[in-house]
């Protein structure tokens, strides 16, 4: 008997040929085909009389054939397949192209179904390569009601998959339906079976949207479960209470040279208040580019700094962890907090109110890195940080900038980086011991979520928002710049070095490549240096370049050395040269909104007017509309809505986030839906998921989806 389980191979009628074409698609089981889900619906549902058709219209028609034949056309080498069908109110011409086996399988006499578009021909009404299957013993599948498309790959039809699907939907009675039957009844959802039957092969469009609803409901549930027990559980550990400082707390915000933000206060002040609790924090917070998070989080580890306790913050690249390290070592010059530098290639540490020569106090260790990780106040590092053998002296907060670019393991793994060692030790306390103490998470990210979907992607995170930005920013101008006025681009990117401005050049390729005939960083590189700009220093940056040249490079940049620089994304996130007034981006229509944002984001961080300017080569008119809607918004959070409506979420977020969930059905813009699934979540919470074995069973498996 053919279980769930069962490998594809064993259903009965599959071709060896078609197994291995579903397998491509990841479809092993019988179940991996029944959760592989239409993603839209023809409408046949309405069968009508031939003596009733109109033109224009989407039918299904039933009758006999009167008539059939194929025949060669005349000019073309093109086989046609004409027949005549009769279903006692009148006849209709039918026309197949190409499909000659369509003449050789339909006989005169033959009852067939047929779905459709009506066309006005010719001689008449006519319908032109309908669906067809014969009217005989078995049920009608492909022309009547409404009728699955599948995405199809792997050189796959559709009907071949009704076939296939329609001979194994009874298995879907075996599944296990893992929702309460409380919940079931809250909501009003259809069972497992009758929603995996109503799926393929829906009865109504009412049954239709119910099977939808039921199957969407089951996968924003489960990941909202998740979430919430992953909350529970942090919040079940203990952690260390932060005191506030509040007097060295305000010397330090009033010696800064600007003015914190409303924002940026109010998100420090959610976040000390949250690290005054002896339960470990798990933040979020969310902030647009420039927003000024960094400073933000600085106050934060001051506060630990003075509790004697230890910070690690971790950022995905070295150039970004060198500079926070330069950024933190300024600004706590004057409160003595040490900070330390850790990355594969760099371990170095500032001990703070330093001389004021070169070395600024910093101590360079060669395999003293122990010495760094127990003695600085706060560690700057890269994926380094969270290696196995890396243990701090004391460590209650873990900050994790641009968090985006982690995945799940990387930043439980800095979690997991508790306090004293010495904690490691006792393992069977049923309480939680005094000594086992969890660090308070906070996690940073520009990426703008809408509150609602990132309770789904985040549900496991408290949120906090910087949704303002600095005063006297100016808005950057962004322009998509057609290809005859690109000479008038360079003129005027001379203009603002001329002025003193620096220029980044983004291309989407580090080398040429004759396939993509896209723009790359060495190619223009050599164009720029030698015949555009001969008179400036350029330099160039990215991804396989060493740690060390890349640091080179980027300081110099900073040090305002090096006037252009054209690099890859490597300078997405993170990278903050305040006299930077141009950002220039070729092949802009390889990169989604949120990303070019993200580049948009480097410039226009101090006073001087800055300015973006995209080139593309594509022509296609979406793609230009959605350049075009970028140049009109500043707002990384109106950006991100324009594009959602677009786009779906996975695909808007997908390729910015690492660890998104992957949903089969579920749809991220149905905000309802997303309410009821949590408050459906936290129910079950309350009472307890023990009560639900099936459930608990389930979450077992779906570890990886947590964002935490
Ligand atoms: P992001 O939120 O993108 O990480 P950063 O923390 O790098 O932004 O800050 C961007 C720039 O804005 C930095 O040069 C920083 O010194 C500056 N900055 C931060 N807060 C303020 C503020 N309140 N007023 C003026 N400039 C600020
Ligand atoms: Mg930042």
Redesign the pocket.
């Known amino acids: 008997m053919l279980t769930l389980s069962s490998p594809i191979e064993q259903i009965i009628r599959i071709g060896a040929a078609t197994a291995k074409k579903l397998q491509r698609l990841e479809i092993k089981t019988v179940k991996d085909l029944l959760e592989y889900y239409p993603f839209r619906y023809a409408d046949y549902s309405r069968t009508v009389p031939i003596a009733n058709l109109t033109a224009g219209t989407t039918v299904n028609v039933q009758g006999a054939i009167d008539f059939i034949q194929n025949k060669r056309s005349f000019r073309q080498r093109m086989i046609i397949t004409e027949a005549l069908v009769n279903d006692n109110s009148g006849q209709l011409k039918v026309v197949w192209f190409n499909q000659p086996f369509i003449g050789k399988n339909l006989k005169a006499g033959d009852g067939v179904s047929l779905a459709g578009t009506i066309q006005d021909g010719l001689l008449g009404l006519e319908m032109v390569a309908p669906e067809y299957e014969r009217i005989g013993s078995s049920q009608l599948t492909h022309t009547t009601g409404l009728v699955p498309m599948y995405h199809l790959t792997a050189n796959l039809t559709n009907k071949q998959l009704r076939f296939l699907i329609k001979s194994i939907i009874g298995t879907a009675s075996q599944g296990e339906d893992i929702l309460p039957e409380a919940i079931k009844r809250k909501y009003q959802l259809l069972d497992l079976t009758k929603a995996l039957a109503n799926i393929h092969f829906p009865q109504s469009p009412e049954m239709l949207t119910r099977a939808r609803r039921r199957l969407q409901f089951e996968e924003l549930f489960l990941v909202q479960l998740q979430a919430q027990l992953q909350k529970l559980e942090v919040r079940s550990k203990k952690a260390e209470a932060i005191k506030f400082f509040k007097e060295e707390t305000s010397k330090f915000v009033q010696n800064?040279?600007?003015?914190?933000?409303a924002a940026?206060k109010k998100a420090a002040w959610e976040i000390i208040k949250d690290i005054g609790q002896d339960k470990p924090m798990a933040r979020l917070l969310e902030?647009?580019?420039?927003?000024?998070?960094?400073?933000a989080a600085a106050v934060i580890m001051l506060n630990v700094a003075l509790n004697k306790k230890q910070s690690a913050m971790l950022v995905p690249t070295e150039i970004l962890a060198k500079q926070h390290y330069d950024?933190l070592c300024a600004l706590f010059q004057d409160s003595g907090v040490k900070v330390g530098l850790y990355t594969r290639s760099q371990k170095k540490i500032n001990e703070g109110r330093g001389t004021q020569d070169e070395g600024r106090g910093e101590r360079t260790t060669s395999h003293g890195s122990l010495f760094i990780l127990h003695d600085s106040d706060v560690v700057v590092g890269t994926h380094a940080l969270i290696q196995e053998e890396v243990e701090f002296r004391d460590l209650a907060l873990a900050v994790i900038?641009e968090q985006h670019r982690f995945g799940v393991e990387q930043r439980q793994a800095l979690r997991k980086k508790s306090g004293p060692p010495s904690s490691q030790t006792d393992l069977d306390c049923g309480e939680a011991s005094q000594q086992n103490l969890a660090p308070h998470l906070l996690s940073?990210t520009?990426t703008p979520i809408p509150r609602s979907l990132a309770q789904v992607i985040y549900g496991d995170l408290d949120l906090s928002i910087?949704n303002e930005l600095?005063?006297?920013r100016k808005k950057i101008g962004t322009w998509l710049v057609p290809e005859f006025k690109r000479q008038g681009a360079y003129d005027f990117i001379k203009r603002e070095i001329l002025t003193g401005r620096q220029a980044f050049v983004i291309c989407p390729l580090i080398s040429p490549s004759d396939k993509l005939g896209v723009k790359s960083v060495t190619e223009e590189y050599k164009k720029l240096n030698e015949h555009i700009f001969p008179e400036f220093k350029i330099a160039y940056l990215h991804g396989r370049m060493k740690a060390g040249e890349k640091d080179k490079i980027m300081q110099e940049f900073l040090a305002d050395k090096i006037k252009m620089l054209v690099a890859t994304s490597v300078v997405e996130v993170?990278v903050?040269v305040?006299n930077a007034s141009v950002m220039m981006i070729e092949g802009a229509e390889r990169f989604g909104l949120a990303q070019l944002h993200q580049f948009r984001?480097r410039v226009g961080?101090?006073t001087h007017q800055s300015y973006c300017l995209l080139f593309t080569e594509s022509l296609n008119e979406q793609t230009r509309e959605r350049l075009n809607i970028f140049t009109k918004s500043n707002d990384g959070f109106k950006l991100a809505e324009a594009d959602l409506k677009r786009r779906g979420p996975g695909e808007v977020y997908g390729t910015v986030q690492k660890g998104f969930p992957e949903f089969k059905i579920a749809a991220l813009n149905d905000y309802q839906l997303i309410k009821e699934t949590k408050a459906a979540a936290e129910q079950i919470v309350n009472e307890g998921v023990e009560k639900h074995p099936k459930l608990r069973e389930k979450i077992g498996e779906a570890k990886e989806y947590v964002a935490g």
Do not use: E
């Open positions: 800064l040279p600007f003015k914190l933000t940026q902030g647009d580019v420039g927003s000024g998070k960094t400073v950024t900038d940073m520009a910087i600095p005063a006297g993170g903050d305040p984001g961080r101090s």
